[in-house]
């Protein structure tokens, strides 16, 4: 009985743990460059009352044995970096990679940090910077006066200043790539920090070692599907509920056993 009460409270506390990770998806549903992520569980040791393979005679051996699990555990949460949906703005700034990859983006810190979120601004010194002012690396300086800038797919940024029809190449948009990336460290602020599990970054120039190609004018939308993610909610409300009934049906089996004469 008291095997049956522990597994279930695992159970509850990894449906628990797995709604919360819903919730955070649908919460960001419509965060530019967020990706989605699910949880993934393992199952305890095993009490083995009788292994597999006993001897039940001088000829014979037991086929199978009897082993009870003692619960689940979450063994961690995946991310998922499928592609989301790209949504035109007609910002010259805005930039998207379609295929893998992420943009870097230098913290104030000197650490290196990534992102999918290419929301790109323009600083006052005319530098491109994300949402918190984070400069984009290598950092790329628009000169002053600029009137037009393009950004082609393999990332090369140029511009014409005003009084002149010359097109100047200004920078070159490198794309990061990782052999994990779902290793990568979460910061929050739609960024990623390269971690052990992320393995070293790599760095080349957009459609190039299998990363993709840069699009200006778009973003690219949250990859969570909003109807999945109320599946997967309403899936984990009922395993829940069903653990609890464990634990009422096994303190119903104890108390039953307790009043016994």
Known sequence: MFRALSSAATGMSAQELRVSVISNNLANVNTTGF???RAEFQDLLYDKIV???NLTSD???APVGIEIGQG???SGTVREFSLGDLRETGHNLDLAIDGDGLFQIQLPDGRMAYTRDGAFKMSPEGQLVNNDGYALEPSIVLPSLTNRLQIS???TVSATTSGSTEVREVAKIQIVNFMNPSGLETMGGNLFLQSPASGEPIVTNAG??????ILAGYVESSNV???????NMISAQRAYETNSRI???ADQMMRTTSQLK
Do not use: H, L, N, P
Request: aromatic share 4%; net charge positive; glycine share 12%.
């Open 153 to 155: 797919k393999d990332g």
């Open 51 to 53: 292994t597999s393979g």
């Open 59 to 61: 000829q014979t051996r």
């Open 247 to 249: 634990i009422k049906a």
């Open 225 to 231: 599907k909003v109807i999945e993610e109320m599946v």
């Open 35 to 37: 990706k989605k992520s």
């Open 208 to 213: 190039q070692e299998g990363t993709g190609f």
């Open 72 to 74: 689940v555990r979450t």
